[in-house]
């Protein structure tokens, strides 16, 4: 398993528990960069996923 998946899972559980904290507390910000990390770390988890077919 390649560490880009990892650390995109990762960064994918904190987007979703500052998202949900954010919604708890009202705070639109914090809620919007929950969804940004969110968003990143499929990406990279998406990288790691290819790299590891790359490397089958």
Same mark, same amino acid.
């Given at each position: 398993m390649d560490k880009d998946r990892v650390i995109g899972s990762a960064k994918q559980v904190a987007g979703n528990i500052?998202?949900? +904290? +954010?919604?708890?507390? @009202?705070? +639109? %910000?914090?809620? +919007?960069? @929950? %969804?940004?990390?969110?968003a990143a770390g499929k990406l990279q988890n998406a990288k790691g996923g290819l790299k590891d077919a790359l490397k089958s």
């Amino acid at each position: 398993m390649d560490k880009d998946r990892v650390i995109g899972s990762a960064k994918q559980v904190a987007g979703n528990i500052k998202q949900e +904290a +954010a919604r708890l507390i @009202g705070d +639109a %910000k914090l809620e +919007a960069d @929950g %969804k940004i990390e969110t968003a990143a770390g499929k990406l990279q988890n998406a990288k790691g996923g290819l790299k590891d077919a790359l490397k089958s």
